[in-house]
């Protein structure tokens, strides 16, 4: 449509059209520069933009950016700075993309390196010197070829502007140029001077018929359908809308639409019910008007109701009926008594607050937020402050640039509360600890809960697979459509790396896998002891057995041709996941390893993961990550072979892409097993060391929020139990990641059982991915594991060694699927193939019994090829 420009040295100004100009969108305000702040300060006050632009007159210099930042805090919703800005100044660029705009040069259209500069940067363009006389189709394709390149590159919805200029003459804007920049999403920056609200003025650019100029009508009668809305968003009714009625609109700012029977319709005329117009939005396709109003009176309906679509709900309902109580309240109302009583309704907010604190269960935890927004919207209703204005405010917030550090007040700082006390050097003695501040697991006994509750421990928490699949079923839907294309968009779009190409090919370069001593020997050490063990696991022979006289049947192996292995990374340095995938791949003998790891921020693989593609032996790693990458191993790109397996670990949405993948035919492709989130069990007796076990239980519980961990104590006295959690917050506090830990651990639990068979009972119903034997003679209890992804047995055995460098494989079975599913091995990468022969004396001796077992299930012709091969035995 078009964006309205004004130079704020010009003033005074006419604030009813300027407030009008604000309700059809943004406004950028021509400032002299960013140091004169007064100036820009007055005119917000005087004119209370809702969304608007800061363009300066001048280049901007370095001491610019705190002025900047301070415009951008204080609601700006972005600053327009030249591109060289922009590239060379490191304090620009950290500003987020969605608050910054870049002005070019028209010149500067063809310039495709710039635009692949600025992606990611900015979140509009501001086209500028555009001669009015040299407009022309070229001019229009150039500039529609950028915009689809900023497109395709930028995450961030993304605003363009022309600004024209004529040397010889005035500009005259016209609505064949707004509709015409319209078709490519280009908007057309017009000088306030040159709008109007009136029609009959020929010389100006009417603003009604610049914004419908654009929109589409499907009517015969050409109104444009058009949603009402409250300042909340939620519908009142749907209304029609003609460029008369839209003019009208936004010269009184007031509701007024087409009525199909009677014209102009101004709504609340006779009724009363009038609307305060808050904002003209059009939508996508520029097809439906969504008008926001402050409602007055009974409502929209003209059946006395708010809306056209039943009552309120929700805190909408709750805000009317708190109003409504303020005015006059039923005999005993408690409402009335909370606003008579300010001491009573201070008391409830607190005490509701520190109820929500408390709350635990999700039931819980919506329970007792319910209760505190009742008392909270109590209080706002008092003071006269709607939820429009709590969530106007909550708006101004989300547009600010520099944050708060979020302390708490002294008062509420529980950390600031707690209290350690070591008594003496004895390293076994109690640490006082603020409860509310300790990092504890939840505590059980077996012996004192129900099956119900047994039950519950034993389950995971619940993955809402529909929303993710929802997700990531239009990821793999356009990497099968477009191959690369799609690849090198998403990678642009989720990790921020614009790719040539999406694939790197062995022979790998040198250079790429350069490391150093200390790291190759460590990698290297790992490859030999997982090599050495999956190896072991390859019974090359073949399994011949004759079930009968004259019948032989054998079973040997060959290895799956083309495997797809997916490393997580990006930022992350992960060689051991591909020494777990590549090493029984290779040793399995697939003809074709191919890898799949997120770039890093400079497109380039993690070194230590390509020195491993090298030394297993990958043709390819392809350069993404997510569901994308599942995606182009499984139906395969221009670059990116097709595979026929896909293994390797991944969130959330690349298990549920493999899972998808499998499960279409078209794709044929198998996956090495479902996956949760990462978890494990230890069982601990007395005989235990309180710091190991912590220490193992944090090393699952630091991978993520829905980690779990579980210890399972065997009749631990309550001295070596409390040094065990003693040695969790210890440990945890000091570490890295203690805020994942803190939530993770406080998820998980500690269950009290009186004797080892009751510990590996739960341990086999729980089949965690991991478990760990801290007890006495531990070897002897591996007979009793049933389910288990891996074993760690006894102290000196951390789970540690399993995930890097003892042998076993870390690929493991989570979410309970231990019961069904092994880890990754070297069978992992390799089908069995079955053979039989049978001899003349073979077949006579077994072809009766087919063909009988053939007969019972109706299958003719199977019985008939026995049958044809029986009866010339029986005449020779």
């Known amino acids: 449509m078009l964006l309205p420009i004004i130079d704020i040295s010009n003033q005074p100004l006419s604030i009813d059209f300027i407030k009008s100009l604000d309700l059809i969108g943004e406004i950028i305000l021509r400032i002299p520069d960013f140091n004169n702040t007064s100036l820009l300060t007055q005119f917000l006050e005087t004119y209370q933009l809702d969304k608007y632009w800061l363009f300066p007159i001048k280049e901007i210099v370095p001491n610019d950016i705190e002025n900047i930042i301070q415009f951008l805090d204080q609601g700006a919703q972005k600053v327009v700075i030249p591109a060289s800005n922009i590239l060379t100044n490191d304090s620009i660029s950290t500003l987020p993309a969605d608050r910054l705009a870049v002005n070019i040069n028209s010149s500067e259209l063809c310039n495709e390196e710039l635009s692949k500069k600025l992606a990611g940067l900015v979140s509009g363009y501001l086209v500028t010197d555009v001669d009015l006389e040299s407009i022309s189709g070229k001019f229009f394709q150039d500039l529609s070829n950028f915009i689809q390149n900023v497109q395709k590159t930028s995450d961030v919805l993304t605003k363009f502007g022309i600004i024209l200029q004529h040397e010889k003459s005035e500009i005259k804007y016209s609505l064949n140029l707004v509709q015409h920049l319209s078709t490519i999403s280009a908007d057309l920056v017009v000088p306030i001077k040159n709008l109007t609200l009136d029609s009959d003025n020929n010389s100006l650019l009417s603003v009604a018929d610049a914004l419908t100029c654009t929109l589409t009508s499907d009517r015969p009668d050409g109104l444009f359908t058009t ?23 936004l010269k009184t700012r007031k509701g007024v639409y087409q009525s199909r ?71 005993g109302s408690y409402t009335q008594r909370l606003f008579q009583n300010p001491d009573l309704l201070r008391s409830k907010i607190m005490e509701e607050a520190d109820e929500l604190c408390s709350a635990t269960t999700k039931e819980n935890i919506a329970w007792e937020t319910a209760d505190l927004l009742y008392f909270a919207l109590v209080k706002c209703v008092a003071n006269d402050v709607s939820l429009t204005d709590v969530e106007a405010h909550l708006d101004k917030r989300a547009k600010k640039v520099i944050r708060r550090p979020g302390n708490a007040k002294p008062q509420w700082d529980i950390s600031a509360k707690k209290t350690m006390e070591i008594d003496g050097d004895t390293k076994d ?9 300790t990092i504890k697991m939840q505590k059980f006994k077996l012996s004192e809960i129900d099956s119900i509750k047994r039950t519950s421990l034993l389950k995971r928490p619940i993955i809402n697979s529909d929303d993710i699949m929802a997700r990531v079923r239009p990821i793999i839907n356009d990497v099968r459509n477009k191959g690369d294309a799609a690849i090198i968009e998403y990678t642009a779009k989720f990790d921020k790396v ?38 072991a696991q390859y019974d090359r022979s073949t399994l011949v057995v004759e079930t009968m006289p004259g019948v032989v049947c054998s079973r040997f192996s060959r290895p799956i041709e083309r495997v797809g292995l997916y490393v997580p990374g990006g930022t992350a340095i992960l060689p051991s996941t591909t020494l777990m995938l590549g090493i029984p791949a290779k040793v399995a003998g697939c003809k074709e390893i191919i890898i799949a790891s997120p770039p890093r921020k400079d497109g380039t693989v993690v070194p230590e ?15 993404a990550g997510g569901a994308q990458a599942v995606a182009a191993l499984a139906y395969g790109t221009e670059s990116v072979p097709k595979v026929d397996k896909i293994c390797g670990p991944g969130n959330q949405y690349v298990t549920a892409a493999k899972m998808f993948a499998q499960n279409d035919s078209s794709a044929m492709i198998s996956i090495d097993m479902p996956a949760g989130p990462s978890e494990l069990l230890v069982i601990a007796d007395n005989t235990s060391i309180p710091t190991y076990v912590a220490s193992d239980l944090l090393s699952q519980a630091e991978h993520g929020t829905d980690s779990q961990v579980v210890l399972i ?18 440990q945890a506090s000091r570490l890295p990641r203690v805020d994942i830990v803190r939530e993770s651990i406080s998820k998980s639990f500690i269950l009290q059982v009186n004797n ?19 007890i006495d003679d531990a070897e002897k209890w591996v007979n009793a594991v049933e389910n288990a992804g891996s074993v760690f047995i006894g102290a000196y055995s951390p789970e540690s060694c399993g995930d890097y460098a003892s042998g076993t494989n870390h690929t493991l079975p989570t979410y309970g699927y231990a019961r069904m599913y092994s880890g990754v091995n070297t069978l992992t990468f390799l089908k069995h193939i079955t053979a039989q022969k049978l001899t003349k004396q073979g077949l006579k001796d077994l072809g009766h019994t087919v063909m009988r077992l053939a007969e019972i299930e109706g299958l003719e012709a199977h019985r008939n090829a026995v049958h044809v091969r029986i009866r010339d035995l029986e005449n020779e």
């Open 756 to 774: 080892m068979n009751e510990a590996m009972k739960f341990s086999n119903d729980y089949s965690p991915e991991h478990l760990i034997l801290h």
């Open 498 to 535: 614009q790719l040539n190409t999406p694939v790197i090919s062995a022979p790998f370069p040198p250079e790429a896998m350069a490391l150093d001593d200390v790291t190759r020997r460590a990698i290297d050490q790992a490859y030999d002891n997982i090599y050495k063990f999956h190896d």
């Open 713 to 730: 104590g065997v009749c631990l006295t309550p001295e070596h139990l409390a040094n065990i959690e003693r040695e969790i917050h210890e």
């Open 609 to 623: 993961v390509l020195y491993v593609a090298h030394k297993v032996g990958a043709s390819k790693v392809l350069l």
């Open 429 to 437: 003695k109690q640490i006082p600890i603020s409860k509310s501040d």
């Open 261 to 331: 029977k009677r014209g102009l319709w101004y709504k609340g005329a006779t009724s009363g019910s009038v609307q305060e117009l808050k904002k003209i939005d059009a939508d996508c396709d520029g097809d439906v008007l969504k008008f926001t109003v402050k409602q007055f009176g009974t409502g929209f309906c003209h059946l006395n109701t708010r809306t056209c679509f039943g009552g309120s709900k929700g805190l909408t309902a709750l805000e009317e009926t708190l109003q409504s109580r303020k005015v006059s309240a039923p005999p």
């Open 227 to 249: 949603i009402v809305v409250d300042e909340r968003g939620v519908a009142l009714g749907v209304v029609y809308s003609s460029t008369e009625s839209v003019r009208e609109a």
